[in-house]
Nanobody, 124 residues
Framework: QVPLVESGGGLVQAGGSLRLSCAGS????????MGWFRQAPGKEREFVAA????????DYADSMKGRFTISRDNAKNTVYLEMNSLKPEDTAVYYC?????????????????WGQGTQVTVSS
């Protein structure tokens, strides 16, 4: 497992942008398939985006395509989620997760390491 620390959440108006960061603490994340998930109040945690170990393959939930971009900088041991054109329904706690595998997944149960989460609130 790898300790993960998210940052970058906050309050933004609809149509605005935020950039979330997820840093590996004490261990490198370069060996991990990385993902972002989110959980809104009263709802189940849902898949947002994922990226392969090299960064060459990305995957997005349909509602995020074209608005969100996942990237990683293994030299900085950090994964990012750039969120544009934010909507009130994007309001949630966003979690970074790591999967020690070369194969991808959208299932949260396939990820063994999780950050503490960062709150994103989009006002209308």
């Amino acid at each position: 497992q790898v300790p993960l620390v998210e940052s970058g959440g906050g309050l933004v108006q609809a149509g605005g942008s935020l950039r979330l960061s997820c840093a590996g603490s004490g261990r490198t994340v370069s060996s991990y398939f990385m993902g972002w998930f989110r959980q809104a109040p009263g709802k189940e945690r849902e898949f947002v985006a994922a990226i392969s170990r090299s960064g060459g393959i990305t995957d997005y939930a349909d509602s995020m395509k074209g608005r969100f971009t996942i990237s990683r900088d293994n030299a900085k041991n950090t994964v990012y989620l750039e969120m544009n054109s934010l909507k009130p329904e994007d309001t949630a706690v966003y979690y970074c997760a790591a999967r020690y595998s070369s194969s991808g997944s959208r299932r949260d149960t396939d990820f063994g390491s999780w950050g503490q989460g960062t709150q994103v609130t989009v006002s209308s």
